[in-house]
């Protein structure tokens, strides 16, 4: 896949030799530096073992040290996998510690009513680029995708594009940006049109037919869902090339209506009612994702 | 300005008693994993050493440290303010031979002549949307421009948006999106229309009232400048409300035309023809960057 293209890697920055036979502390540190860098990509052991000059066994107990200081942080894990085809990565995680005061965080913001635009709509555009918003969210959806195999993340253009490329950068894999208008810079492209019950109209939506392959998997990811129109349409475009949904994370989820178009997706908050007679705009954990 | 209100801080996940009198290689970790987490924050010496239970002199130690890892992994480096208002911040950085080995991989993967559409146009989507590309040329970005005091990075959508989100994360600063067209869910907007080379056409751009606020410093980000009159138009909407943009990145600029609309830009990659006809696109890495 173009993916894979366009993919390189971080090699070290400078000679082995220079760094062979540091301080234990220090090696950790540099260790833990690249791979926090490279989010799910995979070493081999002997990566590591030759640019430190260390033995197989030393390797190991840095490893654990470094998945110690993760864990204890909340802030992932470092997963080795024996064997031929082996090696070490950092996976990206969250504790439910930090989900809370994400969503803490989140509700307070989205309280404040003159986000009220009138129409049940709110103004959401900081909240969605908000770089401390979006690495906890893009962490919230890595560590509970990470294991589904996926080869894309996918999103539709343009609020949830802030948090979908953290999520893809999380995961190592590129990010689709399905676009509202065919573009010509685009290339060729596909595009269907869908029911949006936000807007309660018909929209369209474009994708350039090189952006994926015929029997991947692909993630989406969204800022908003209210019917689940526009998440049914990524889905129904993304089935034109045969790419298979395997999962669905959405930052915020209106609990109007209550039926969607889509099951089996993950939001972080839940917007209950937006009551623009008495100013009170309802907001609440969504606890299942924790 | 908004990007305060929606503000929220990464705390300890735990409670400070537990990780007093840490050994010093976990200590420095745990330490580590929080700056780096938390691009451009500042933070008081006593919030780590309450946290740790250790004196300000070991702090200074563990600083030492951790600011000798990153920059010998080409990461960036640890910045100690003395005195009141002082404090501790990790400001990201890249290396001049990473940021080499990014050009490397850029041209190679914008080489590829089947990016070709026709009228001088690549595709380049898969590029601009790539994690380790957008994180790299974020840093790239964050590194040039942390210290010119700005309060947004700004870009207009779509393609530039993974690489602004990453650089203002990398920057702790809120990003800004202009839209192409004016939405209902940005609330009051401001447009203007501009006078775009690239496509010759007039073109037209909006931003939310409520996005910035007048007497502030803006970065702009974008994916790719001919002209320069879509910056040049970035520029004249934040102008609009008395916001000065202090500094410009692309990540590529094409060699023609000479003249740009805009100046005091940096770039990453400089494309200097597309000849179709003999299938050839010639790029070069930009050397004043580095």
Known sequence: MLGEKVKYTLQSDYDH??????????????????????????????HFCEKYGIAKSSLSEDIKLINDILQENGSGCVESIQGAGGGIRYIPGISAERIRR????????????????????????????NGQFIADMA????????????????????????????TAYMLGLPLVV?????????????????????????????IAKRAVEPGRKAIII????????????????????????????????????????????????IIDEIDEENHVISVRPNETII
């Open 178 to 206: 399905i676009r509202r208008e065919a573009k010509y810079s685009e290339g060729s492209t596909v595009s269907i049109n869908y029911f949006s019950g936000s807007t309660e109209r018909i929209q369209k939506m474009s």
């Open 139 to 166: 962490r919230t959806f890595a560590q509970k995708f990470h294991s589904l195999g996926a080869d894309y993340v996918v999103t539709v253009e343009t609020k949830g594009i802030g948090i979908a490329a953290q």
């Open 17 to 46: 030799s220079e760094v062979r036979f540091l301080k234990k502390n220090k090696r950790v540190g540099m260790l833990m530096d690249e791979l926090l860098q490279n989010p799910c990509r995979l070493y081999e052991s002997r």
């Open 222 to 269: 969204d800022d908003f869902m209210r019917g689940g129109g526009s998440l049914k349409g990524i889905q129904d475009i993304l089935g034109e090339f045969d790419v298979e949904t395997v999962g669905i994370g959405v930052a915020i989820e209106a609990g109007f209506p209550e039926k969607k178009k889509v099951k089996d997706y993950v939001s972080i908050l």
């Open 102 to 129: 994400l969503q803490e965080g989140l509700i307070e913001a989205l309280s404040d009513t003159t986000r009220m635009l009138g129409g049940k709509y709110l103004y959401t555009s900081d909240i969605m680029f």
